[in-house]
């Protein structure tokens, strides 16, 4: 899976949880679930989970609270599906 492939991934599992459509619109690499596309922390649970279920894969709690932006979340899940 390319690194595109992942973004548009990505990008369908955090759609229902966003509050900033504009930044949405505008995701990348960079992007902060928190701070960017206003997911308040109990739905970025949700998108982990979503992200375990979509990748069959399980995310550590150590993991978890590494995932706030799309890049360091792109770099575990690339880690657990190799």
Same mark, same amino acid.
């Given at each position: 899976?390319?690194?595109?492939?992942?973004?548009?991934?990505?990008?369908? &599992?955090?759609?229902?949880?966003?509050? @900033?459509?504009?930044a949405?619109?505008?995701?990348? %690499?960079? $992007?902060?679930? /928190? %701070?960017?596309?206003?997911? @308040?922390?109990?739905?970025?649970?949700?998108?982990?989970?979503?992200? %375990?279920?979509?990748?069959? &894969?399980e995310?550590?709690?150590?993991?978890? %609270?590494?995932m706030?932006?799309? #890049? $360091?979340?792109?770099? /575990?899940?690339? #880690?657990? /599906?190799a």
């Amino acid at each position: 899976m390319n690194k595109q492939e992942l973004i548009d991934k990505l990008k369908v &599992i955090v759609k229902p949880y966003i509050q @900033n459509e504009e930044a949405f619109q505008e995701l990348h %690499e960079e $992007t902060r679930f /928190i %701070e960017d596309l206003k997911i @308040n922390s109990a739905n970025l649970v949700d998108v982990i989970l979503d992200v %375990e279920d979509e990748f069959d &894969i399980e995310i550590a709690d150590d993991e978890m %609270e590494q995932m706030l932006d799309v #890049k $360091t979340s792109m770099s /575990i899940i690339t #880690k657990k /599906i190799a």
